[in-house]
């Protein structure tokens, strides 16, 4: 995946620069209404264009409006996180067992680690998540790697929150309307 980072706004309405409201010496010229009217023209096909090229470059795998809505401060993985769409890293392999391009998969947490039921970790013996370290989460369904929905245990490392790593978590926020 290309790294290159694009920055993207936050609000749906971009500042775009424009000339400060001054006083005019003397009287305004034609030539100044009309540059006036041609800007005002141009302001609704400049922002559509720079949306579609947002919505172009990251399908193309520059930058994320999904990574750059999400909170600065990882959650607490608490009760709070209960019925909360949360998306999740993962890494997938063919038939051929050759590693495939990570992918966002999304689920609803169904429950939060706890010291009362110890769920044990995946290859471990006797390790046990502590409380609060993972999540029991209700994955939908993805046909086109043949995965039906399922119920898993994923660990919610606050350091891998919102990165775009193995194992990284972030809320699953939908589909992004970019206004084109």
């Given at each position: ?12 309405d ?50 994320s409006?999904?990574?750059h ?9 608490d ?30 947490v ?14 471990k ?8 370290e ?8 993805i ?38």
């Amino acid at each position: 995946m290309n790294k290159r980072k694009r920055p993207i706004p936050n609000k749906p309405d971009v500042p775009v620069p424009s000339r400060a409201p001054m006083p005019v010496l003397g009287t305004a010229t034609k030539q100044m209404a009309l540059l006036d009217e041609k800007a005002a023209a141009n302001k609704d096909e400049f922002e559509k264009n720079a949306r579609k090229t947002w919505k172009d470059d990251e399908m193309e795998g520059f930058g994320s409006v999904y990574q750059h809505r999400q909170l600065r401060v990882p959650p607490n993985v608490d009760e709070s996180l209960i019925d909360v769409r949360l998306e999740y890293l993962c890494g997938f392999e063919d038939d051929e067992g050759n590693k495939l391009e990570d992918r966002w998969c999304a689920g609803v947490v169904r429950r939060i680690s706890d010291d009362e039921n110890p769920w044990v970790r995946k290859g471990k013996t006797r390790a046990c998540y502590k409380e609060g370290e993972a999540a029991e989460i209700f994955w939908d369904a993805i046909p086109e790697a043949k995965l039906k929905a399922c119920l898993s245990i994923k660990p919610l490392d606050p350091r891998k929150w919102n990165k775009d790593i193995e194992g990284a978590w972030r809320r699953d926020l939908g589909e992004y309307n970019y206004g084109v």
